[in-house]
């Protein structure tokens, strides 16, 4: 499955923003679909996930209660809308697939396919 990423920008910390993941190519209902975001500097860290029928949302505890991860199978789409951003949230975006089990969702190693990634930058 081929995976594109978009939606980033720059925005004021307290704003929104909404990323988009395009899927093509595979059968994306088939597939766990996350986002994990990678900060200069640091490693690449979960954000969150959601299962294959878009009942049950993941997220790291930083941004629970910010950001809501939601998947439209029909339309092959996943989204993150991000709110209250700070600038702790600036990094480059990816949108990413797994086909494995709900135990790794949160698993950065468990995800086969990756976007190219899309930039969020929140000024203080």
């Known amino acids: 499955v081929q995976l594109q990423a978009s939606g980033g920008g720059s925005v004021q910390a307290g704003g929104s923003l909404r990323l988009s993941c395009a899927a093509s190519?595979?059968?994306?209902?088939?597939?766990?679909m996350g986002w994990f975001r990678q900060a200069p500097g640091k490693e690449r860290e979960f954000v969150a996930a959601i299962t294959r029928d878009g009942r049950a949302g993941y997220y790291r505890d930083s941004v629970k209660g910010r950001f809501t991860i939601s998947r439209d199978n029909a339309r092959n789409s996943l989204s993150l809308q991000m709110d209250s951003l700070k600038p702790e949230d600036t990094a480059v975006y990816h949108c990413?697939?797994?086909?494995?089990?709900?135990?790794?969702?949160?698993?950065?190693?468990?995800?086969?396919?990756w976007g190219q990634g899309t930039l969020v930058t929140v000024s203080s």
């Open positions: 190519g595979g059968t994306f209902r088939n597939y766990y």
């Open positions: 990413a697939a797994s086909t494995g089990i709900l135990s790794t969702i949160q698993n950065l190693n468990a995800y086969r396919y």
